[in-house]
């Protein structure tokens, strides 16, 4: 069966929500029947989209659950949703070694949620209990608002579906950094043990405050800590570690 992280390929069957998929490049291709896809299975939780999980017993027919490519069977949906994109498994994508190849294995070790952050950077969380409730745009504000004032600033998307418009906002509102769930190797974060997930936030969290602050060997001092003024700011949405 299949796992969270698993890289497959695909074939378009018909087109439904979906109509374009989230390449590498960040462009939003258009696709068609009988296109091949790769993507990765993953779980959803969207309320005002779909809800869907990878499946638990063999299936040939699957669906796009989300623009950034997570692959999965749709378990309910909106009264406004159309009907899903169908795919169908044509193969799993493998390494040198014969092993499916899954997004999760090439994030690093994990490590113990500690509540720290590395620098002193000041963490600033936009929460809410659902999709489209102003979370991410609240973040792109307030980011927008401390560049303003002089701040550097990162942006982290925590929870979610991958796909990259949150992050592209944030960047398009002055965040000088900007990460997502998707670079610990997740595609989605729905279903994730709440110690996994704690572990890539503390891993996200000191990355990000490292990059934003001053480099070189003076970057603790009194008056860098003065000069680098930093602030994070998180999108994190708590309804997405239901199980």
């Known amino acids: ?12 069957v018909s087109v439904g929500k979906h109509s374009h998929i989230e390449v590498v490049t960040r462009r939003q291709a258009q696709i068609f029947p009988a296109d091949r896809i790769l993507a990765a299975f993953g779980n959803r939780y969207a309320t005002g989209q779909y809800e869907g999980h990878v499946p638990t017993a063999p299936t040939e027919q699957l669906h796009i659950l989300g623009q950034g490519g997570a692959i999965g069977l749709v378990k309910s ?22 092993q499916v190849i899954n997004t999760k294995y090439y994030s690093r070790a994990p490590v113990r949620f500690s509540g720290d952050v590395p620098t002193g950077a000041r ?8 999709m489209d409730s102003g979370k991410t745009t609240t ?14 600033v ?13 992050m592209d906002f944030n960047k398009d509102c002055g965040a000088d950094f900007v990460s997502d769930f998707s670079q610990m190797g997740f595609p ?13 936030k503390s891993r996200m969290v000191s990355i990000s405050a490292r990059r ?4 070189g060997t003076g970057a603790s001092s009194p008056r860098c800590r ?9 999108s994190a949405r708590s309804a997405e570690f239901n199980s």
């Open 154 to 166: 990162a942006y982290l998307k925590l929870t979610g579906t991958v796909f990259t418009k949150d």
């Open 123 to 130: 963490v600033i969380l936009s929460l809410g209990s659902s």
């Open 77 to 98: 949906a909106h009264s406004t949703m159309p009907k899903p994109t169908i795919v169908k498994l044509l193969g799993y994508a493998v390494d040198a070694q014969g």
């Open 139 to 152: 973040a792109g504000y307030v980011a927008r608002s401390l560049k303003q004032i002089g701040k550097t």
């Open 212 to 215: 934003t602050c001053c480099s």
């Open 188 to 200: 989605s974060t729905y279903l994730c043990e709440i110690p996994t997930a704690s572990s890539w």
């Open 1 to 12: 069966m299949p796992r969270a992280g698993d890289v497959a390929l695909f074939e378009v």
């Open 226 to 234: 003065a000069s680098c003024s930093r602030a994070v700011t998180a």
